[in-house]
């Protein structure tokens, strides 16, 4: 059997698999059937353990290319999917040559648009998924990568704390510069637009979306946020020598939008400041990155705005009942082990596949504000709880490894 195999560590070695036979012919125990659409390449998928992979069979120069940019945009802290190897030189016991193959980690709990149009109006998906694809556009590009290939398909979906994250799963079209100039951006966005209009044409014919939604209107609404959110991380702005809060203001709308800023530059002319934004996006957000720094806990950004929000009032709690304060890192140890941990320990074992630990404790947390507003006063976090995983969460689809449904 001849092949060439490059793979990060800390992954199988995929040796036990058939690499001398077209993936459309594979017939080994490790398949796995995960539900997802219409491919150009073909994709199987494999289970290591509780481990699932995807393989999908393209031209080497393909294979080569999106695994070098998958590589690079990870590395950046661009939403993806983690790639894991390259199956090169691939060829048949009888010598003829066979396509190579790339190699990706499945994404857990992710959600392809067409499941997420399946389980939920369109209304409530509008605005999620149009933040959702921005965000992963502006962060694309600031690191200088043209996607060439944007759509609903090549991108899958997490849930994160009532809102959406938003994945690039296929960068083989994709280009990779030091900076995009203003066309280049401007034609991803364009492309984009076309595709996720006709992706809702699809949807609208088979009784997904209300026939009135105008994909056109949804174009428009997409360029505009875009827009907006790539002035709001890079545009100059001017100021006086006394207005230098206004720093530290746009700086902190700027973190609030779930970004971090590597480099400030100031410069002086006359009576003027001119203030200069470096574009990197050094983390996907610091609400994330504080609570991995206190808890060890690796979310969703919007899952950690939550999560410190709720360690916050148990703080407060904490304090007035205690008569003194604590340091935070107290704080967030004393949160962990009487708050979330106990939270999440009150799932069965299966039906853990449901949500992660951090989306299920945000979920028992909305369910914990609803019942006590009904019933007028605070309702305890475990009866929460409890109430939540008898009432609501059995009744909810299994999300950890639904298909990766993509065009890639």
Request: include cysteine.
């Amino acid at each position: 059997m001849r092949f060439q195999l490059v793979a990060r560590t800390g992954h199988p070695d995929f040796l036990d698999l058939p690499w001398d036979v077209p993936l459309e012919e594979w017939d080994v125990p490790r398949l796995v059937d995960v539900p997802r659409g219409i491919h150009r390449h073909v994709v199987r998928t494999v289970a290591y353990g509780d481990d699932i992979y995807v393989v999908k069979e393209l031209p080497r120069r393909y294979a080569q290319r999106e695994y070098r940019f998958l590589r690079y945009l990870a590395d950046e802290a661009v939403p993806v999917v983690d790639v894991v190897g390259v199956v090169t030189q691939r060829a048949r016991r009888d010598g003829e040559q066979i396509d190579a193959a790339l190699i990706t980690k499945h994404l857990e709990f992710s959600l392809p648009y067409r499941l997420l149009f399946q389980r939920e109006d369109a209304s409530s998906l509008r605005e999620p998924m149009l933040d959702a694809l921005v965000d992963l556009l502006v962060r694309i590009h600031l690191v200088g990568f043209r996607w060439g290939d944007c759509s609903l398909s090549n991108t899958l979906f997490r849930r994160d704390a009532g809102r959406l994250s938003a994945y690039l799963v296929d960068a083989e079209t994709g280009e990779l510069h030091d900076t995009l100039t203003d066309g280049q951006r401007w034609s991803d966005v364009e492309g984009a637009v076309e595709r996720c209009a006709g992706e809702l044409l699809d949807l609208q014919a088979a009784g997904l979306v209300r026939p009135d939604l105008d994909p056109a209107e949804l174009g428009d609404e997409l360029r505009a946020r875009y827009d907006g959110l790539w002035a709001e991380l890079t545009r100059e702005e001017e100021f006086g020598p006394d207005e230098r809060y206004r720093i530290a203001d746009r700086l902190r709308r700027i973190n609030d939008l779930g970004f971090d800023v590597e480099e400030v530059e100031l410069e002086g002319e006359g009576d003027r400041l001119r203030l200069k934004l470096s574009t990197k996006v050094v983390e996907p957000g610091r609400h994330r990155r504080r609570l991995r720094e206190l808890t060890g806990l690796d979310v969703q950004d919007h899952q950690a705005a939550r999560l410190l929000n709720d360690m916050e009032s148990f703080r407060a709690s904490v304090e007035a009942q205690e008569g003194r304060s604590y340091p935070t890192h107290v704080v967030a140890a004393r949160w962990l082990e009487s708050s979330f941990e106990p939270t999440v320990a009150e799932v069965p074992a299966e039906l853990r596949a449901k949500r992660d630990p951090a989306q299920l404790f945000h979920e028992v947390l909305e369910h914990w504000y609803f019942m006590s507003t009904i019933e007028g006063r605070d309702m305890d976090l475990l009866s929460a709880a409890r109430s939540y995983t008898a009432n609501i969460l059995p009744n909810v689809p299994d999300e950890r490894t639904v298909g990766d449904d993509v065009e890639g």
